[in-house]
Structure formats: structure tokens, C-alpha cells
């Protein structure tokens, strides 16, 4: 383990941004302040082993059995090298700062990138060694090992601890959660059940559930960027008018969602979200402080609203 670890004051009700002004109180006093929606930016910095491309590389035609797909594994080199400090460019611009889960091959590969995060006040996360490298099927110590090794990894790079993680492609055991919370982790993301965050216990402790997105940047890799763009857009505004309290999970992949066309839709994006009042953009381990000072538990769709679905 290193020795650079940093102490982080625990997070306090957000001041409304210069352009809002505090509105209402936040449903059933859910989030800090007047906050009427939490808006999560999740990052993803990533590589394969040695020699392994992507299964969704951009090439339109496989290539021969056998052959080594270098297209794929140089476009999966692109985060580190460009991707995530262009979608940390972005997001500063509009006053926001996010968290970043990060292979720790990645941290590797691209230590200055991490070290970039880290001094642009953005979260960093564990997310696996390597993106290919699925803790699902592996015995107990293997799983361990990954785990420490990621974490390991990312202190002596980043020099702070992580004190989240998002498994790679969200492939976990039923012993996942027992082993991150031995290692200290304070949230864990890799819950889709989920609308909004609460505790949960394992047999070495508890941790807050934070839920992922279910349509991440990829879902538009050969499609037209701007169908993102709409997709989350209108969601935002779903949520925002019908269903206060929600959390929106902004969830890019810096190898797509870092490339210019990617990152042209998360500008408009951010744009249309602060005009809105009243809104608390978190890291993950700022939220995560919050769950665990109100004592958060699961709270269903019906408690939220009843029967009618009426805000």
C-alpha cells in the first residue's frame, strides 16, 4: 500500500450554483439543501491485456481468427491518452466534477492521466485490473487478489485510496460485495435494481448501493450521437418535472464518450442540466457520505409516490 493517502472533509449541503436559485425543499427532504435532483457524472477509464482488443472494436468486419486486432487495441488506448481529461475539461466548464472508476492496467499505462483526475478533484474508483480480466467464475482468493491489486495499484499512482468500485461490465459473485467492504470500500456500484442509493449490509460491514446507468455511451457506438444527447435530455427532464428526488447517472466510457463527438453531446448535455434550479452534481463518494449520515434504506417506487404516480 502507499503511503500518500489523503484525508477528504466529509461533504456538506451543496450551495446552489451562481445561475439557480433555491426553490422548494427537496422531497421528503431525500438530498441536501433544496436539492430536487442528483446528478451523477461516471467516467470509465479503460484498457484489456496485453495484446486484447475490445469486443466491440471498431472495425465493421472481425478479423481473422488468430490475428490480432490492432485497431481495437489502439482505439482502446484512447482514454487514457485523450478521452477522460477531455470529458474532465468539459465537465470543469460547467462547474462539475465527477467520479472516475479506472482499471488499474489503465493507472499503468497512463499514470500521468490518473494523477490528472486526482488533481482536478474528481473521484477516483476501482474497476478491475484489466477490462477483460471479469470477476464472475473467478474462486475466492483470485477475486481477492484483483481486488487488492486494483486498489493497491491505484493508491500508489494516485496517491489517495479508493473508497468505491464498479466491477467491470458489472460481472460480480456472490461474495463480491463481502470482499470490497473488507477492504474498506465505502460505496459499490454495481447495482441496476436500484433507482436511487441506500445501505447495504454485507458480512464485513456496510456500504452504500449507488445505481449505474442503463444506457451508457456505447449503446450509440454505431449509432448517431445526438440520439444520446435527446435520450438523456428528455430523461433529465422526465425525472426532473414527474419524479423528484431521482438520481441521473451520466455514465461515458473515455475511449468513446471521450472522442469529439462524444464529448460535443455531454457540453449540450451539461448545459441544458445547470440551467435548472436546484440541482446537486456529486461524486460518488460525496453521495455516499450522504446515504450513510441520513441512514438511507431502500425506498420503493410506491413509497416515493403511491399509486398514482403524481409528483
Known amino acids: 500500500m502507499g503511503t500518500r ?40 477509464m479503460e484498457n484489456w491485456s496485453e495484446g486484447v482488443a475490445p469486443p466491440y472494436s471498431p472495425m465493421t468486419s472481425p478479423p481473422k481468427p488468430g490475428t490480432v486486432d490492432r485497431a481495437g487495441v489502439q482505439w482502446s488506448s484512447y482514454a487514457g491518452r485523450a478521452g477522460i481529461a477531455r470529458l474532465i475539461r468539459v465537465s470543469r466548464k460547467h462547474g462539475m466534477r ?25 473521484e477516483i474508483a476501482g474497476h478491475n485490473y484489466a ?11 483470485a477475486e481477492r487478489a ?19 468500485w464498479l466491477s467491470s461490465t458489472l460481472a460480480t459473485t456472490e461474495r463480491t460485495a463481502d470482499l470490497l467492504a473488507a477492504e474498506g470500500m465505502r460505496w459499490h456500484g454495481d447495482y441496476n435494481y436500484l433507482d436511487l442509493p441506500c445501505l447495504v449490509k454485507t458480512r464485513k460491514g456496510t456500504m452504500a448501493a449507488i445505481p449505474h446507468s442503463d444506457y451508457a455511451d456505447n449503446r450509440v457506438l454505431r449509432g448517431a450521437p445526438d440520439d444520446w444527447l435527446r435520450c438523456h435530455r428528455d430523461l433529465f427532464d422526465f425525472l426532473y418535472r414527474d419524479e423528484p428526488g431521482s438520481v441521473l447517472n451520466i455514465t461515458m466510457h473515455g475511449n468513446f464518450g471521450g472522442r469529439p463527438l462524444m464529448a460535443a453531446m455531454l457540453d449540450q448535455l451539461l448545459s441544458h442540466i445547470t440551467a435548472h434550479r436546484d440541482i446537486w452534481v456529486a461524486r460518488h463518494d460525496e453521495l ?9 434504506k431502500e425506498v420503493s417506487y410506491l413509497e416515493r409516490f403511491g399509486t398514482d404516480g403524481a409528483p
Open 5 to 44: 493517502s489523503t484525508t477528504r472533509p466529509r461533504a456538506t449541503a451543496p450551495a446552489a450554483p451562481k445561475n439557480q436559485r433555491p426553490t422548494s425543499q427537496g422531497p421528503a427532504g431525500l438530498w441536501p439543501g433544496n436539492t430536487r435532483m442528483v446528478v451523477l457524472l461516471t467516467f470509465l
Open 98 to 122: 465527477g467520479t472516475v472508476c479506472i482499471n488499474a492496467r489503465s493507472a499503468e499505462l497512463f499514470p500521468d492521466t490518473v494523477r490528472h483526475i486526482v488533481a482536478s478533484d474528481f
Open 131 to 141: 477490462q477483460d480480466e471479469v470477476l464472475s467464475g473467478l474462486d475466492e482468493p
Open 146 to 164: 484483483i481486488i487488492q491489486r486494483s486498489l493497491d495499484i491505484l493508491e500508489r499512482v494516485g496517491g489517495v485510496r479508493p473508497t468505491g
Open 288 to 296: 455516499a457520505d450522504h446515504v450513510f449520515a441520513r441512514r438511507m
